[in-house]
């Protein structure tokens, strides 16, 4: 295949991985693409041994701004993985059910659900969760997979996007494909399971899904 093309596959790499310990899921960040980073201990001593006598104050200067944009680095580093943990954290807890019982389960989830639960900013919590990924007992996931639009019921309770268009899936797939079902009987279909859907989303989320009419 390397005679037609030179594309190569991209391979996941999960930035942080979920664990099953008994009743509860342990999260552990993958720091393994990070370097173990940390200030040369020369320039330190260079710092404390310089006087006015040895030194100018433009060199003193310039040794300690550098060794304070080292020490903000490493501390930024250290910040991402702790704010990658907590968001996480704040994900597996909102979406509990999914991890235990499948997307059935998967409930209705915004960005400002986790800011306010981590007590961050949301464009915080929508970089981090950018081209992220998670490794867990359900597989992987990009992060932004659990960010989900709510849709009513019929007790008013709201269900995930992702889990309707599942079920949409799973009624076309027990369809007669001699006599396939309209988006109309899909949305009877849904009502009798207590979703309430307009038959244009139908049309949408099979046109997402790329199952025909």
């Given at each position: 295949?390397?005679?037609?093309?030179e594309?190569?596959?991209?391979?996941?790499?999960?930035d942080?991985?979920?664990?099953?310990?008994?009743?509860?899921?342990?999260?552990?960040?993958?720091?393994?693409?990070?370097?173990?980073l940390?200030?040369?201990?020369?320039?330190?001593?260079?710092?404390?041994?310089?006087?006015?006598k040895?030194?100018?104050?433009?060199?003193?200067?310039?040794?300690?701004?550098?060794?304070?944009?080292?020490?903000?680095?490493?501390?930024?580093?250290?910040?991402?993985?702790?704010?990658?943990?907590?968001?996480?954290?704040?994900?597996?807890?909102?979406?509990?059910?999914f991890f235990?019982?499948?997307?059935?389960?998967l409930?209705p989830?915004?960005?400002r659900d986790?800011?306010?639960?981590?007590?961050?900013?949301?464009?915080?919590?929508?970089?981090v969760?950018?081209?992220?990924?998670?490794h867990?007992?359900?597989?992987?996931?990009?992060?932004?997979?659990?960010?989900?639009?709510?849709?009513?019921?019929?007790?008013?309770?709201?269900?995930?996007?992702?889990?309707?268009k599942?079920?949409?899936?799973?009624?076309?797939?027990?369809?007669?494909?001699?006599?396939?079902?309209s988006?109309?009987?899909?949305?009877?279909?849904?009502?009798?399971?207590?979703?309430e859907?307009?038959r244009?989303?139908?049309a949408?989320?099979?046109?997402?899904?790329?199952?025909?009419?």
């Amino acid at each position: 295949g390397n005679v037609y093309t030179e594309e190569k596959a991209q391979t996941i790499i999960p930035d942080v991985y979920i664990f099953k310990v008994g009743d509860e899921y342990r999260i552990v960040v993958n720091d393994d693409g990070l370097p173990r980073l940390r200030i040369s201990n020369y320039y330190r001593e260079v710092l404390a041994g310089m006087d006015d006598k040895s030194a100018s104050e433009n060199s003193k200067r310039y040794i300690r701004e550098r060794v304070q944009s080292a020490s903000w680095l490493i501390k930024s580093i250290q910040q991402r993985q702790r704010t990658m943990f907590k968001v996480t954290e704040s994900i597996v807890k909102f979406q509990i059910d999914f991890f235990d019982k499948g997307i059935d389960y998967l409930r209705p989830l915004v960005l400002r659900d986790i800011a306010e639960d981590v007590e961050m900013h949301e464009s915080t919590v929508s970089r981090v969760v950018t081209n992220k990924y998670m490794h867990s007992p359900r597989g992987v996931f990009e992060l932004k997979y659990f960010f989900n639009s709510s849709i009513k019921t019929s007790d008013g309770d709201g269900i995930a996007s992702k889990s309707v268009k599942e079920a949409i899936r799973k009624i076309i797939a027990k369809e007669d494909q001699q006599s396939p079902m309209s988006d109309k009987e899909i949305v009877e279909r849904l009502r009798g399971m207590g979703i309430e859907i307009a038959r244009r989303t139908i049309a949408k989320y099979r046109e997402m899904m790329r199952i025909l009419p």
